[in-house]
């Protein structure tokens, strides 16, 4: 091995999930992965076999109340997360997510060309989300109110409820209920294609920052180098 | 010349009371009204002067007429129609030609206000409305002509509603639905390719028992009739919630009669009192007849994806693409990426991957070092 100069950092322990944003980041993604699951077993009902009277079997019955249980899960967790961005610390905010600052745009490119393009250049690590992260999870909030929008919409015919009928409107804005549940399916890729990105990028991030970014949804805590805090100070997001 | 009631059409044709009060509580039950409102509904058919009325057809194929003169009660067809349409309706009435324009004039003026404006079809608006003329006068005119002075105008069925099957893409001819061309007027909608004959017979009958359009819901179309779904008036439906379904038309599960969905049956999407009302007379409905639902009281139901499938082709995809294929597509596309991504992490990035290695070693010898 050759002999070289080592850098020990002295790492310090950084508050960064509120136990909030955790329990709502894992509430999120259970109802999100169940949504998926029943979701395609609505689309395309598995072929069972039976033979057993239609009466004494409730299949398709208990997917969707999954999927309607589930469904109300990730509405109201989604509200407070909502919520959550306007009283939850930094890390939370809702700055996190929508752009307001020039330096956001900055990032977002550094972020581009760092671990995108894979170009040499000053190393950025942010702390919390980076901004790229930050505008993409705004995209899947939109995803979020699609889905509620259209997945309501199509849920109010068969509610008596206050809540789901406050979205009625939907399907006759968007074209009939035949439009509505497209839209709904279509957007459920979306999901999908985000969460196989989302998974890989942790692994990736913590893979190459050392701060661990896989445990702090657990904990609610990253590993910040000294250096950080002299330095990086006011600079940071 | 004064209007005759119902009740006096119905005794100059023939009909004994009995057979009126009959009449009378069928629409009744059609419309959902309880039972005391029988002899409301009995009472507005004795006294009321019947509505004048103007049924005008465009671009469709009459099976409104078709259905609405075929529903379950003779006295449907025969006053209702007869008389109403006795002004002007092209396929029914006995004049043609300038007598007949004559008769249209004579009741848009007469009745001014009054009239209810029957339409059956959509109204061309490519190449200046060639495609539909009647008398030397493009649909539109004849259409605005005689909605100026209507009481209330009827859409019958899918193409007065939402241009059906000639509005498809590309719709060649722009045919368009009737709302979008009469502003300032009530219309009711009713949409269905035909709608259902008592269905059609129900929303006259609420006019003339209560002199007013029945409730209508966000799309305009009453309440009474279509503010259910056929999935959930289906007979069939225990089999959807059991997870049962027909897997191909001869299959065991068709024999078995059981639910149609995997078979692309639209009435998960479609509001209509099919389930209910049926047709002919009660006999059947589509699903009773081993077949799924088409969606055709819904907008646009050509073009949403095709009749004997769940899966809906991805609009701009091509015909063969459904959402999922592309879904997949872009999944694999996505794990590539990711893939090469890693890749290259590991070469671009191995001077910072090594150092943190390196440290953690170091860092790990430290602590296990002999004291
Ligand atoms: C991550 C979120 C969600 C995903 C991935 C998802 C996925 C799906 C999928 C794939 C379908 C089948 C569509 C089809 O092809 O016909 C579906 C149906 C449906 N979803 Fe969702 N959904 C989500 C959220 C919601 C929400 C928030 C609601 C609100 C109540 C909802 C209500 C419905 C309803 C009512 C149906 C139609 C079920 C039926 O009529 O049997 N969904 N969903
Ligand atoms: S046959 Fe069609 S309408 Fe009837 S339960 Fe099945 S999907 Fe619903």
Redesign the pocket.
């Given at each position: 091995m050759k002999k070289k100069y080592l850098h020990i950092h002295r790492l310090r322990r950084v508050y960064v999930w509120e136990l909030p944003v955790r329990f709502y980041h894992w509430l999120n993604a259970a109802?999100?992965i169940a949504?998926?699951i029943?979701?395609?077993?609505?689309?395309?009902p598995l072929a069972l076999v039976s033979h057993q009277e239609a009466a004494f079997r409730y299949t398709?019955g208990w997917v969707?109340f999954i999927?309607?249980a589930?469904?109300?899960i990730?509405?109201f967790n989604f509200l407070f997360r909502i919520y959550w961005g306007f009283v939850g610390n930094k890390y939370a905010g809702w700055k996190q997510f929508i752009p307001t600052s020039k330096r956001f745009f900055r990032e977002m490119w550094q972020v581009f060309k760092i671990d995108i393009l894979m170009l040499k250049g000053k190393e950025y690590m942010s702390v919390g989300h980076n901004a790229m992260a930050g505008l993409i999870y705004f995209f899947t909030f939109i995803?979020?109110g699609i889905?509620?929008l259209?997945?309501?919409?199509?849920?109010s015919v068969?509610s008596r409820w206050w809540l789901?009928r406050l979205?009625a409107w939907v399907p006759s804005v968007l074209g009939g209920e035949s439009m509505t549940?497209?839209i709904?399916?279509w957007?459920?890729w979306f999901?999908?294609l985000f969460v196989v990105i989302h998974v890989y990028l942790v692994f990736y991030h913590d893979y190459i920052e050392g701060r661990g970014e896989m445990s702090s949804m657990g904990g609610g805590w990253k590993f910040i180098e000294e250096e950080a805090f002299i330095k990086d100070h006011n600079d940071e997001l | 010349m004064q209007q005759p009631t119902y009740y006096e059409e119905v005794l100059r044709k023939g009909y004994s009371r009995r057979d009126f009060l009959k009449f009378a509580t069928m629409m009744a039950a059609f419309m959902g009204l309880e039972g005391t409102a029988i002899g409301q509904v009995a009472k507005a058919l004795e006294t009321r002067r019947r509505l004048p009325v103007i049924w005008l057809h465009f671009q469709e194929c009459t099976c409104c007429s078709e259905s609405f003169i075929r529903s379950s009660h003779p006295i449907v067809a025969d006053i209702l129609l007869d008389q109403i349409s006795l002004d002007y309706t092209e396929t029914l009435m006995a004049a043609s030609g300038f007598q007949a324009e004559a008769a249209m004039r004579d009741t848009i003026k007469r009745y001014n206000g009054e009239y209810i404006l029957c339409v059956e079809g959509s109204v061309p608006m490519e190449a200046d409305g060639v495609y539909c003329m009647i008398g030397g006068k493009t649909a539109m005119q004849v259409l605005e002509e005689a909605a100026e002075g209507a009481k209330a105008i009827i859409a019958w069925g899918s193409c007065a509603c939402s241009g059906c099957v000639q509005a498809a893409k590309p719709n060649p001819t722009s045919a368009t639905p009737i709302h979008k061309l009469v502003k300032g007027k009530p219309i009711i909608k009713v949409p269905g390719c035909p709608p259902i004959g008592e269905v059609m017979a129900g929303v006259i009958v609420h006019l003339v028992t209560f002199d007013r359009i029945p409730e209508l819901d966000n799309l305009g179309r009453p309440k009474a009739f279509y503010s259910k779904r056929v999935?959930d008036t289906c007979y069939r439906r225990p089999f959807y919630d059991a997870g049962l379904y027909v897997e191909s038309f001869d299959d065991e599960n068709a024999k078995k009669g059981y639910c149609l969905y995997k078979m692309g049956c639209k009435g998960?999407?479609t509001y209509n009192a099919c389930g209910v009302t049926k047709w002919n007379g009660g006999t059947s409905f589509p699903i009773q007849s081993g077949h799924g639902c088409i969606g055709c009281s819904e907008e646009n139901y050509w073009d949403n994806g095709r009749l004997y499938e769940?899966?809906?082709s991805f609009a701009g995809f091509g015909i063969e693409s459904t959402?999922d294929k592309i879904g997949a597509i872009a999944l694999g596309a996505t794990t590539a990426a990711l893939l090469g991504h890693a890749v290259m992490t590991n070469v671009r990035k191995h001077k910072m991957i090594y150092d943190l290695e390196e440290e953690g070693r170091a860092d790990e010898q430290q602590l296990n070092a002999e004291p």
């Open positions: 109802s999100i949504l998926i029943t979701g395609f077993y609505i689309a395309n398709t969707r999927h309607f589930a469904a109300y990730f509405f995803a979020f889905q509620c259209t997945g309501f919409g199509l849920y068969t789901p979205f549940r497209q709904h399916h957007t459920m999901f999908i | 999935h998960p999407v769940r899966a809906s959402a």
